[in-house]
């Protein structure tokens, strides 16, 4: 018996000896279970995606108490207001601020460190597979610790410039110091993820390349932002959506990171509030104002969609030499 | 022959049922059992209860109890049970609600049972007044919660502390230190100047909300809000007098900087790293809880600067998603009974909310070993019949988050006095008006 992985009917050499029903099933099942295989994931997707991407709309546009029964409708009130907020666009530049500060950094040194991974080395293996490592740990367990380290006053981090000398660091309370400390935190857990996916496509580079570069002069360092870079171009494109999608919506770290009383406020003046957060401190404690908050969910769907984009296009503009991007074979001397 | 097109079919049928069984999980209901039901106890902080179930388990074998939340904050504990009555499923069948936050779910009455409906009504002599009060709902048709606890008000320190700084050790000498708020801040101020290495005050919000409770209870009866429920944080004399009392701590330089029941905080009481605290009675097991107990003996109980006051306080409701509710308030009435009351303030501290548990002899007679053998139930009971309850309005939790962030943030160095009070006003209103 042999397993049939072929996704066409059999062929079947004599057509007229089959009954006809079977062959009408045949064919539904050649036309329809296409559809079914996939469904599962649409249903998933609207069931746990589009309805309440959906939802969130429509409740966004009522004065929706979460414990009150009657939800009157009020437009786009809740938008109106919350453009009008600054405490929305204080959120709005503390999730900027920390996606800067960590994705640039964190994609640099995965490039950095897949470049080295992709050499001959002892244990590559092992090597390869200890940069994962960060990653399979909880994000909590991460932000908790992370908190600790970050103390103000029986924080690691502190005792250590207490040390070497320095005055010790607000950590909690003074806004950039907060954003510098969450992105450890965040770096700490993806760099090595993203270091993967760039070895994996580093790769797939052939290696004739590289020698016939050898071969003209090119450095290491020159095959580096010539050869290697480049072509992965579509691999740091996808890096950077990535990225962005997770570093907008940027909720565990900081928010596990503050401890106390209204942790979800990020420090007493908001220092490290992200949107996610502001989201959460309006939709449920201390103000149950489910309307507003999900005006804000909406207003962060529009942001990582706009944030996204103009990442496409500097990445695109910034690897390509001629526009167009796609033919970074043909650029190659 | 067919093989083949009968596995493509089996395999179609899978990813249908597959499908069907994903989407009908999140709608799946729970089955009726039979046999030893369990009632779900949803807290937060320590409520003492543990021994009251055993004994109640022991008289009714046919029901379990599960307590959820033991040891947790508040702030985590609110939003979930919001969340729970909001979705109609999830919370348990008998849940804690905290008085400043009572008067929010109060608002929403047809999420819980209707305790009058359930012959609550005769108990109404077993509360203090305004406790059984607070628990009805405005038109007085519905009892939402019965009381479990209130919070009375002393100030715990460090004895050891005290020592090193060359101030007296000895609770009634203590307290005769500190007869008014500035006696305090000058008792503080000599603390302070002997270099101990430990700050004065834990945080000033805790002595900020303690304060502010005492001089709103002393005076007009209310905080935040006035009875009719309008803001009147910046014109209630009693929210600026706690402010100002506030900004003479942190001038000092008294304030200890630990954010109440962050990680720091706690760290701070595991390295005695201040000397005294604000501390309703519940605070007592909170404190046991943080310092350990390699500090037993170390601490003790004096009686807080002004006249008295009350931090808190909880009910227990029941949710009318509950699947149990009459066994379930068969237990909350058992818990929150004189008998009750009386076996979770020996357990973990919270002072009885019945007269008569507090007329009880194991009340007036209790001491806590912890904190130097102190007689806590002369201390904490004696003024907690005359209490003067303070109302919280509706968006009490709001309001007072957005006060105690300005109070942190002069704490801090961040703002200047004047500038906190400025962002307490605005933000205050802010949060009101949301």
């Known amino acids: ?197 760039f070895l994996a496509a580093m790769q797939a580079i052939p290696r004739d390349l590289y020698e016939s570069a050898a071969i003209d002069g090119a450095n290491r360092a020159r095959q580096f932002w010539s050869i290697t870079v480049p072509l992965l171009r579509p691999t740091i494109i996808f890096c950077v959506i990535i990225s962005t999608i997770g570093g907008l919506q940027l909720f565990t770290e900081p928010r596990l990171f503050h401890s106390g009383t209204n942790p979800i406020r990020g420090g007493p003046l908001r220092e490290s509030q992200t949107v996610t957060m502001y989201m959460f401190e309006n939709a449920f404690a201390p103000h149950y104002n489910f309307g507003y908050g999900s005006a804000v969910a909406w207003l962060l769907f529009a942001l990582i969609a706009v944030v996204a984009a103009v990442n496409v296009a500097i990445i695109r503009r910034l690897g390509g030499r001629t526009p167009g991007g796609r033919a970074a074979m043909g650029e190659l001397p | 022959m067919g093989v083949i097109p009968r596995r493509r079919l089996a395999a179609v049928a899978l990813a249908a049922a597959t499908a069907l069984v994903v989407t009908a999980g999140c709608g799946g209901g729970d089955s009726a059992e039979d046999g030893p039901i369990t009632l779900t106890v949803d807290v937060f902080g320590q409520f003492g209860y543990e021994q009251l179930y055993q004994e109640y388990m022991a008289a009714h074998p046919d029901v379990k109890i599960v307590e959820r939340g033991t040891g947790g904050n508040l702030d985590e504990y609110s939003p979930k049970l919001t969340q729970w009555l909001a979705a109609g499923k999830g919370a348990g069948d008998i849940v804690a609600i905290e008085e400043g936050l009572l008067v929010e779910y109060k608002a929403n009455p047809g999420n819980f049972v209707n305790l009058l409906d359930h012959g609550a009504a005769d108990l109404k002599g077993n509360f203090l007044d305004w406790k059984w009060n607070a628990g009805l709902t405005a038109d007085g048709k519905q009892l939402i919660g019965l009381g479990t606890d209130v919070g009375g008000m002393a100030m715990c320190y460090r004895k050891d502390l005290f020592a090193k700084a060359g101030l007296p050790t000895e609770r009634d000498a203590v307290s005769k230190l500190w007869p008014t708020w500035p006696d305090y801040i000058r008792v503080g101020e000599q603390f302070a100047a002997k270099q101990t290495g430990a700050s004065f005050v834990d945080a000033a919000t805790n002595t900020f909300n303690t304060i502010l409770l005492q001089t709103a209870g002393n005076t007009q009866g209310y905080s935040y809000y006035d009875t009719s429920d309008n803001l009147v944080v910046d014109s209630n004399p009693a929210v600026r007098q706690a402010w100002d009392t506030t900004m003479d701590i942190v001038d000092s330089g008294l304030a200890g900087k630990y954010l109440a029941w962050s990680e720091e905080w706690v760290s701070a009481f595991k390295q005695a790293k201040f000397a005294t605290i604000a501390c309703p009675a519940w605070m007592t097991g909170v404190i046991e809880g943080n310092a350990g107990p390699s500090a037993k003996g170390k601490w003790d109980i004096a009686r807080v600067p002004g006249n008295g006051g009350n931090w808190g306080g909880s009910y227990l409701a029941v949710p009318k998603q509950s699947k149990h509710q009459a066994r379930a308030i068969e237990l909350a009435k058992f818990l929150t009974s004189a008998k009750g009351q009386i076996g979770a303030f020996k357990a973990k501290g919270p002072l009885p909310s019945s007269p008569q548990a507090l007329d009880d002899p194991a009340i007036a007679d209790a001491t806590n070993a912890y904190f130097s053998d102190a007689p806590v139930g002369q201390i904490f009971a004696a003024g907690a019949k005359n209490l003067k309850p303070v109302y919280m309005g509706p968006k009490n939790q709001a309001v007072r988050t957005e006060v105690e962030n300005a109070v942190r943030t002069v704490e801090l160095g961040q703002r200047s006095p004047a500038q906190g009070w400025t962002d307490a006003v605005a933000n205050a209103k802010k949060a009101a008006a949301k």
């Open chain 1, 1 to 197: 018996m042999t397993v049939q992985l072929d996704a066409r009917p059999p062929v079947t050499p004599a057509p007229h000896r089959r009954r006809s029903p079977s062959v009408r099933l045949s064919r539904l099942d050649t036309r329809f279970s296409p559809y079914l295989y996939i469904a599962p994931f649409f249903l998933i997707f609207g069931v746990f995606g589009a309805y309440p991407l959906v939802y969130t709309f429509w409740v966004s546009l009522h004065d929706w108490d979460l414990l009150g029964s009657d939800h009157a409708f009020v437009g786009a009130e809740n938008y109106t207001r919350l453009l009008a907020d600054p405490d929305f666009w204080h959120a709005v530049v503390n999730t900027l601020g920390i996606f800067v500060i960590s994705t640039v950094p964190q994609l640099l040194a995965a490039l950095w460190l897949a470049n080295l991974l992709n050499r001959r080395l002892r244990f590559r293996t092992g090597w390869r597979m200890a940069v994962l490592i960060p990653n399979v740990t909880s994000t909590a367990a991460v932000a908790i610790v992370f908190g600790v380290l970050f103390s103000r006053e029986f924080g690691m981090v502190n005792w250590l410039l207490d040390v070497v000398g320095l005055d010790p660091v607000e950590w909690k309370s003074n806004r950039f110091a907060s954003w510098v400390a969450i992105s450890a935190m965040v770096d700490w857990r993806w760099t090595g993820y993203n270091a993967l996916i």
